[in-house]
C-alpha cells in the first residue's frame, strides 16, 4: 500500500508533460490497464487521468511495471512522469 501510494505521488510530480516522458518499458503495462479497466482510449488523457480511472490503472498496472522497467524506475520515473502528466490536465 506504501508502495502504490508513493508511486502515485511520484507520477503526478513528474508527469506534466507528455506521453512521450513515460518510460518505454512502462508503456504496455500502462495500456493494457487502461484497456482492462476503464472505457478510455489511451488517449484521452481526462479520461484516463479522471481520479476513479487513474486508481484502477495504476492498480491493474503497478505490479506489471515493476516487473518491466523495475522498482526503482516504477519509483524515480515512471509514477512522476504519469502523475506529472495528470496534472497538466
Given at each position: 500500500m506504501k508502495f502504490t501510494l508513493a508511486l502515485a505521488t511520484f507520477v503526478a510530480a513528474v508527469y506534466g508533460q507528455t506521453v512521450a516522458d513515460i518510460p518505454a518499458c512502462a508503456v504496455p503495462c500502462i495500456e493494457?490497464?487502461?484497456?482492462?479497466?476503464?472505457?478510455?482510449?489511451?488517449?484521452?488523457?481526462?479520461?484516463?487521468?479522471?481520479?476513479?480511472?487513474?486508481?484502477?490503472?495504476?492498480?491493474?498496472?503497478?505490479?506489471?511495471?515493476?516487473?518491466?522497467?523495475?522498482?526503482?524506475v516504477a519509483i524515480n520515473q515512471v509514477l512522476p512522469a504519469v502523475q506529472a502528466l495528470c496534472a497538466a490536465q
Amino acid at each position: 500500500m506504501k508502495f502504490t501510494l508513493a508511486l502515485a505521488t511520484f507520477v503526478a510530480a513528474v508527469y506534466g508533460q507528455t506521453v512521450a516522458d513515460i518510460p518505454a518499458c512502462a508503456v504496455p503495462c500502462i495500456e493494457s490497464a487502461i484497456a482492462s479497466q476503464t472505457t478510455c482510449s489511451d488517449t484521452d488523457l481526462a479520461c484516463v487521468c479522471e481520479s476513479a480511472n487513474f486508481d484502477a490503472i495504476e492498480a491493474a498496472s503497478t505490479s506489471c511495471v515493476i516487473a518491466a522497467c523495475g522498482a526503482d524506475v516504477a519509483i524515480n520515473q515512471v509514477l512522476p512522469a504519469v502523475q506529472a502528466l495528470c496534472a497538466a490536465q
